[in-house]
């Protein structure tokens, strides 16, 4: 599967902004999708991942309460819902998409960046 991520850009602290990922391709509702992020010298790290019918989704500890992952399988989308923003939230986002360990099909990355 292609996908294709946007909605990065330019926030305020406390300010919010959504992530959408368009994927191309068959089955989209079969692939467990996930975003990640990867901030200046840091490794890339697993931000939320949803089952392939929306009914299971996982936060990592940091964005839990803030970040809402959804997917809408009719328009083959995925997106990432992420309020009151902080400057550590700042960061390449990337979506990717798996049928089983390990991710498999990648984003090119939108850049997310918070101001304090």
């Known amino acids: 599967v292609q996908l294709q991520a946007s909605g990065g850009g330019l926030v305020q602290a406390g300010g919010s902004l959504r992530l959408s990922c368009a994927a191309s391709?068959?089955?989209?509702?079969?692939?467990?999708m996930g975003w990640f992020r990867q901030a200046p010298g840091k490794e890339r790290e697993l931000v939320a991942e949803?089952?392939?019918?929306?009914?299971?989704?996982y936060y990592t500890d940091p964005v839990k309460g803030r970040f809402t992952i959804t997917r809408d399988n009719a328009k083959n989308t995925v997106y990432l819902q992420m309020n009151s923003l902080r400057p550590e939230d700042t960061a390449v986002y990337y979506c990717?998409?798996?049928?089983?360990?390990?991710?498999?099909?990648w984003g090119q990355g939108t850049q997310v960046t918070v101001s304090s």
């Open positions: 391709g068959r089955a989209f509702s079969t692939y467990i």
């Open positions: 949803i089952s392939g019918d929306g009914r299971t989704t």
């Open positions: 990717a998409a798996r049928s089983q360990f390990p991710y498999k099909d």
